[in-house]
């Protein structure tokens, strides 16, 4: 985090007295506008239409430019030095747990242990353990399998199990770090991870119930879809794997390092020697870290993968998430022209003399980039950095639960413009009116359920 800090020290001052109110608030709408349209109209990568975003942010505000690309790779800095190795270590992780057959473990021991009427219960539970380490994409294309030959086995509509493992990954998508969205939204706000990660799961597991089980009985009403022939249940697996306890302290592992440092902060005194190791190993870098190396061994030497092999892994899961560390570096650079320019404040002094919910404004803001862009990540960030100097003034427990209602923002109605939302209707054989009236609706019910389960929190946190 240094180098954050050094990256942000280097950043411009702010220079509000260049334009009034109603300057910063065109500079923010057209700049977000310039953002959208080029992602949705033009197809421009997220990582350069955030630079242009950022741009004209920057000229309509009436800074100078070369003081607003100072602002924007000062915020690049930054985000991707408090993030960028986070997600790749989140990366090799997760490609580990595929690779070495644990994620199988974990499905067929899951679903070994299910009766018929639990089923939906059971996926639910294994989208949410396959998606607490790996990204919502990975963890998609993972899932496809699973879906389906448990659904031709029970004889179950494709939407009545699918359903409840989607809505258990994209929860885990929207509100739990490793995962970019969430991580790069703590970075911005400067929330406490640990406390984030534990509230993070405590929003999901209620949201998950809604918008899994609970909707998919609606859901496979207005969409009965049988299970169709996409998968062979013949598909070559690893002859040996990790046992579903390895595989499941495993995965849990850096979970608890960050949370057993949350915990730490609240109950072992300051300059003890244990409130020292659990601050070291409940670091997110080293929480990752360690977890990695251990399932170099559980996940990798265990299951008789050669050193070659591990390094074959690891190696193969960096190319697929460099695009995703460019886009969450320029949304750090998007949300550091905001600060610099003085928008963010402009924002901050309206929803404090607004009266409303500091949460509801940041669930707002984040839905409405959400449906606009199609990307969750973009949203977050973007909404995250218009809440910063909001944030700043809150208790941390409050900054917690903003970056959990900007999570549930950031999911709300996949629609046309979402890569998720076409995956989902070609793996599942649906029509778009049909993917309209299951996944897109279970998007909604788990962004509107999430953010009535962060603001009863508040009321307590």
């Known amino acids: 985090m240094l180098a954050a800090a050094l990256a942000t020290a280097d950043a411009p001052e702010p220079v509000k007295a260049v334009a009034g109110t109603g300057q910063l608030i065109t500079a923010a709408l057209i700049g977000i506008a310039v953002l959208v349209i080029a992602i949705t109209y033009f197809k421009l990568h997220p990582f350069l239409a955030l630079i242009l975003g950022s741009l004209t942010v920057g000229a309509i505000a009436g800074r100078q430019m070369l003081d607003v690309v100072a602002s924007f790779s000062a915020g690049v800095g930054s985000t991707v030095s408090g993030v960028g190795v986070l997600i790749a270590l989140g990366a090799m992780f997760g490609k580990l747990l595929a690779d070495s057959g644990g994620a199988d473990q974990i499905v067929d021991t899951i679903v070994g242990r299910s009766s018929p009427r639990m089923l939906p219960w059971s996926m639910a539970a294994i989208g949410a353990i396959i998606g607490l380490p790996m990204f919502f994409e990975i963890g998609l294309v993972l899932l496809m399998p699973v879906i389906f030959l448990v659904a031709k086995r029970a004889e179950r509509s494709i939407i009545s199990l699918g359903i409840p493992a989607l809505a258990g990954l994209s929860a885990m998508h929207g509100f739990v770090p ?246 989902v209707k070609e793996y599942f054989g649906l029509s778009v009116g049909q993917t309209i009236k299951s996944w897109s609706i279970m998007e909604t019910v788990l962004s509107v359920s999430g953010l009535v389960v962060v603001l009863a929190l508040n009321v307590v946190v």
Request: hydrophobic share 55%; proline share 6%; glycine share 10%.
């Open 178 to 423: 490793p995962h970019p969205g969430p991580l790069a939204a703590i970075d911005l706000v400067d929330a406490n991870l640990g406390l984030t990660l534990g509230l993070g799961v405590l929003v999901a597991i209620p949201t998950i119930i809604v918008a899994g089980p609970v909707f998919a009985r609606f859901a496979d009403r207005w969409v009965p879809v049988p299970a169709g022939d996409l998968y062979d249940a013949s598909t070559d697996k690893r002859e040996r794997r990790p046992s579903f306890a390895i595989t499941l302290a495993t995965v849990l592992l850096p979970v608890v390092l960050m949370m057993g440092k949350a915990f730490g902060d609240i109950l072992v005194d300051d300059g003890t020697t244990l409130r020292s190791v659990l601050d070291f190993i409940g670091e997110p870098f080293v929480a990752l870290l360690i977890a990695v190396i251990v399932a170099i061994f559980t996940f990798g030497i265990g299951v008789g993968m050669t050193k070659e092999d591990v390094s074959d892994v690891l190696s193969s899961s960096l190319p697929p998430i460099a695009g995703i560390i460019l886009i969450v570096g320029a949304g750090g650079g998007f949300k550091q022209t905001l600060v610099d320019t003085g928008i963010a404040q402009v924002v901050a002094d309206f929803v404090e003399d607004s009266g409303v919910s500091v949460l509801l404004i940041a669930w707002l803001v984040a839905v409405v980039i959400r449906v606009a862009t199609g990307s969750a990540t973009v949203a977050t960030i973007t909404a995250a950095g218009i809440m910063v100097p909001i944030a700043a003034g809150l208790p941390s427990g409050e900054v917690s639960l903003l970056v959990l209602a900007i999570g549930a923002g950031s999911v709300f109605f996949s629609h046309v413009n979402d890569a998720g939302f076409w995956l």
